[in-house]
C-alpha cells in the first residue's frame, strides 16, 4: 500500500486530488544551489553574506526564467499572455527559489556552529544535496509511487549530488 504524507496533499480549485504532482522546482532548485555551492566556493571563499546572497539571486534569476519559459512556450497560438497565467506559472514554479533558502540559511547559521568559511560551504553543499534527495522522495511518495520507487528516485539523486560534491573536491575545496 502506499502511503502519502497527509500535510503534502493538495487540492485543485474544484476540491478534488490533483491528477499530478510537480516537486521538479524544489529538486531543480536544491541541485542549482549545490552547484552554486560547489563553484562559489572554488574560485576562492566567499565571504557568507555574499554567499547568501549569490543563492537568493541564482534562485530568483532561475526561477524568472523558467517562469518566462514555460509562459512563453505553452501558450496556445494566437493567443496573449494574461497576469493571471504569469501568477499561475509563477506560484508553481516558486519552488525553486525555495529551494536556495535553507542552504542559504545554513551559510547565514555557520558561523554559531564555527565553522570556516570552507567548513560553512561544504555544510551548506551538504544541506543542498540532503534536501535535494528528500524533496525526490517525497515528491515520488506523493505521486504515490511505491516506497521502492521513491527510494530508486532518491539514490539517482543522491548520486546527482554526489556528483556535485566530487567536482568540488576535484576542482579545489
Known sequence: MNHVIPWLRERRPDGR???RTDYAGAVYGSLLAASVLAAASTVGEFP???TVVLLLVTGLVFWATHVYARVAGERTVGQSLTWPEVRRVGRGEWSIVEAAVLPAAAVAVSPL???SLTG?????????VAQQVSWAYIGALHARASRRQAGVEALVNLVLGLVIVGAKALVGH
Do not use: D, M, Y
Not at 560553512?120 to 543542498?128: C, D, Q
Open 113 to 115: 556552529l564555527g565553522l
Open 48 to 50: 557568507r553574506l555574499e
Open 120 to 128: 560553512t560551504a561544504w555544510f551548506a553543499l551538504a544541506v543542498a
Open 17 to 19: 486530488a490533483p491528477s
